[in-house]
């Protein structure tokens, strides 16, 4: 599978931005997905993922702001970020798993190669 992230950008602190990653050949109901981000100096962070069963998890970071949701068609997954903080600047992943699994956490991920997210205060 091949994922190509998309939507990313500059934005003021507050404003609201919607990732989305699109793959072809693959069943995203299947499988679990999920956004990482890496900021520069920092380490790569799981903030959210999503398993074949609907069944999501957040980083505490971003509960309550961020919404990850499948989707149908070419963009098979989404990330909704609202009320956005300069601290959530960073280069963010798709990810996809290659099997099917109800704990996303043993996952093995193929992954995306990134979308710019930078906000300003």
């Known amino acids: 599978v091949q994922l190509v992230e998309s939507g990313g950008g500059s934005l003021q602190a507050g404003g609201s931005l919607k990732l989305s990653c699109a793959a072809s050949?693959?069943?995203?109901?299947?499988?679990?997905m999920g956004w990482f981000r890496q900021a520069p100096g920092k380490e790569r962070e799981k903030i959210t993922s999503i398993n074949a069963w609907g069944g999501t998890s957040y980083a505490e970071s971003v509960k309550g702001r961020f919404t990850i949701s499948k989707g149908s068609g070419k963009d098979i997954l989404t990330l909704q970020m609202n009320r956005l903080k300069p601290e959530d600047t960073a280069m963010y992943y798709c990810v996809a798993d290659t099997s099917t699994r109800f704990n996303c956490a043993s996952a093995s991920w193929v992954w995306g190669q990134g979308t710019q997210v930078t906000v300003s205060s």
């Open positions: 050949g693959y069943t995203s109901a299947n499988y679990c």
